[in-house]
């Protein structure tokens, strides 16, 4: 989990793993499967780091701190698996410092938009109506994507993209490994 001592009151960082939401042009609705973390700066410099998981176009589902939570330098595994009909989801977030736990199923809003298994992502990004924090480097670590078979994919033949905003560069990612994606802060 990032501290975000550099960053200003009122910024944010939101992290999470998903399935799909590339566009392949097959489907005129686009849908991602996603879990991870909201990480706010607030006001007084206080941080909070809130776990959810969404299968857009639906809303976020925020996980309540009691159920789970993580805080400032804490590792925390992630994943998101798919039924085989595409219809159901399953997040699972497990803090390995810890030891605390957290699962739940999440479904299709409509058949338009069941899952169709057509990409897998590490992502950073600004949270909405907030200005990106300067979150240093998030490290995704042991990322696999598989198929139904089980079938590996790794991570060494994707594309990253940076995060960009009217122009200004504000993150970077890079392919470390196979198995590790790197994001890091640029700042505007």
Request: with cysteine.
């Given at each position: 989990?990032?501290?975000?001592?550099?960053?200003?009151?009122?910024?944010?960082?939101?992290?999470?793993?998903?399935?799909?939401?590339?566009?392949?042009?097959?489907?005129?609705?686009?849908?991602?499967?996603?879990?991870?973390?909201?990480?706010?700066?607030?006001?007084?410099?206080?941080?909070?780091?809130?776990?959810?998981?969404?299968?857009?176009?639906?809303?976020?589902?925020?996980?309540?701190?009691?159920?789970?939570?993580?805080?400032?330098?804490?590792?925390?595994?992630?994943?998101?698996?798919?039924?085989?009909?595409?219809?159901?989801?399953?997040?699972?977030?497990?803090?390995?410092?810890?030891?605390?736990?957290?699962?739940?199923?999440?479904?299709?809003?409509?058949?338009?938009?069941?899952?169709?298994?057509?990409?897998?992502?590490?992502?950073?990004?600004?949270?909405?109506?907030?200005?990106?924090?300067?979150?240093?480097?998030?490290?995704?670590?042991?990322?696999?994507?598989?198929?139904?078979?089980?079938?590996?994919?790794?991570?060494?033949?994707?594309?990253?993209?940076d995060l960009v905003v009217d122009g200004n560069t504000l993150a970077t990612g890079a392919i470390a490994s196979d198995t590790e994606v790197d994001a890091t802060y640029t700042g505007p």
């Amino acid at each position: 989990m990032p501290d975000l001592n550099d960053a200003l009151g009122g910024q944010s960082v939101s992290y999470w793993i998903g399935l799909d939401g590339i566009d392949d042009g097959t489907n005129p609705d686009p849908i991602v499967i996603q879990a991870g973390f909201d990480a706010n700066k607030q006001q007084d410099g206080t941080v909070t780091y809130e776990a959810w998981y969404e299968w857009f176009p639906n809303s976020k589902v925020p996980i309540s701190t009691n159920d789970f939570s993580a805080s400032a330098g804490e590792s925390v595994a992630i994943g998101v698996t798919v039924t085989d009909a595409g219809t159901t989801a399953h997040a699972v977030f497990i803090n390995e410092v810890t030891g605390q736990d957290y699962e739940a199923d999440f479904f299709s809003p409509n058949e338009d938009t069941d899952a169709r298994g057509q990409s897998a992502q590490w992502v950073i990004e600004e949270a909405p109506g907030t200005t990106l924090a300067n979150f240093g480097t998030i490290q995704f670590i042991n990322c696999a994507a598989m198929d139904a078979n089980h079938v590996d994919y790794g991570v060494s033949g994707g594309t990253t993209v940076d995060l960009v905003v009217d122009g200004n560069t504000l993150a970077t990612g890079a392919i470390a490994s196979d198995t590790e994606v790197d994001a890091t802060y640029t700042g505007p």
